[in-house]
């Protein structure tokens, strides 16, 4: 399945989501392309977004590997995609490469990003919590959202997410409460592959 933007993926998930017109509902959009669609969604159900604000650690000289992600506050999560030993074996392998890219990512999140769009943890606690990104190929992301949001006394934690590989959709329905995926691919290419408009194209309705 692919679309004409991010903008409009997120107008067909909103309607999807309709139902929760009315409750007590943010939508927490992970990074820029989440918000595009996130937008959608939170403008047709009236309730607030921000965003949460991640970066991954790959394995070194392998760029495709995910070790964990990295979030806001600090938090590192490991890859709960990667068997226990191939973990233990990275972590003990790359100890300090890891401790310097936490620094070094945490440094870069704080600093880079629009703070007026980050998410502050109090603003979701007890609400229903619509995570939305613009795709998926594996579940890493996840991992360190759910990690995030275990701090937080959430009535409800839902995924909403235009396209995913069939390996993040296996992954996202043992995470989540409710999962809403517009389209499920075997062979993920990027995320723009399945927008005709890439982020660059429309990267003033960012953060409006």
């Known amino acids: ?15 999807e989501l309709s139902g929760y017109a009315g409750d007590k509902v943010s939508v927490l959009a992970i990074g820029y392309g989440g918000y595009v669609v996130g937008k959608q969604i939170a403008q047709l159900l009236n309730c607030p977004i921000s965003i949460l604000y991640t970066e991954p650690i790959k394995v070194p000289g392998d760029g495709s590997t995910i070790l964990g992600e990295v979030d806001q506050s600090g938090e590192l999560t490991y890859n709960s995609g990667l068997s226990s030993g ?11 490469y890891i401790d310097q890219e936490r620094i070094r990512l945490v440094h870069q999140l704080n600093n880079d990003e629009d703070s007026t769009n980050k998410v502050n943890p109090i603003s979701l606690r007890d609400r229903k919590v619509i995570v939305v990104t613009d795709a998926a190929e594996d579940g890493a992301i996840f991992d360190a959202t759910l990690n995030f949001l275990k701090r937080i006394s959430t009535e409800k934690v839902i995924a909403a997410i235009p396209i995913a590989s069939v390996k993040a959709v296996d992954r996202l329905h043992v995470l989540f409460d409710e ?7 075997e062979n993920f290419v990027s995320a723009d592959h399945y927008f005709e408009e890439s982020l660059g194209t429309t990267g003033e309705i960012y953060l409006q």
């Open 1 to 15: 399945m692919y679309f004409n933007d991010r903008a409009e993926a997120g107008n067909i998930l909103a309607a």
């Open 86 to 96: 191939q973990l233990e074996e990275f972590i003990t392998e790359f100890h300090n």
């Open 179 to 185: 999962l809403h995926c517009l389209s499920v691919v």
